[in-house]
């Protein structure tokens, strides 16, 4: 479409066309299939944690050591390959790194390998 806008109608323009993509988003992220996944994917977090030992944790890994030198380092890293490699969202890996979500436990291990820190 060769139309050009104001600057405010182009603004409003814009808002309505980012509204509707939006609502398709909103329609398939409820969509059976969408919800099914999100069952899915929970069940297999929750049976991760059941299954998690905490005697696992090696002694050196405390949570003075994962908050002063894993955690801050995260941020380095790409977002979808901490992703990957924990098996859990990108959006969690981003509450991670933003500081909004401590990692579960069970991810420090695998967390400070890919870090490359460990044993000192």
């Known amino acids: 479409m060769d139309t050009q806008y104001c600057?405010?109608?182009g603004r409003a323009e814009s808002a309505k066309r980012l509204a509707a993509v939006s609502a398709l988003g909103r329609i398939a992220a409820t969509s059976p299939e969408a919800l099914q996944k999100?069952?899915?994917r929970m069940k297999a977090q929750r049976q991760a944690i059941s299954r998690w030992n905490p005697?696992?944790?090696p002694e050196w890994l405390?949570?003075?050591y994962f908050s002063t030198r894993i955690w801050p380092v995260l941020g380095q890293f790409p977002k979808r390959k901490l992703a990957e490699a924990l098996g859990v969202s990108t959006d969690y890996v981003y509450q991670i790194v933003s500081g909004t979500r401590a990692p579960h436990r069970?991810?420090?291990v695998r967390?400070?390998?890919l870090v490359g820190v460990g044993g000192e």
């Open 7 to 9: 600057g405010e109608c």
């Open 38 to 40: 999100i069952s899915d």
């Open 55 to 57: 005697a696992d944790l």
């Open 62 to 64: 405390t949570d003075e």
């Open 106 to 108: 069970r991810h420090w």
């Open 111 to 113: 967390l400070a390998e």
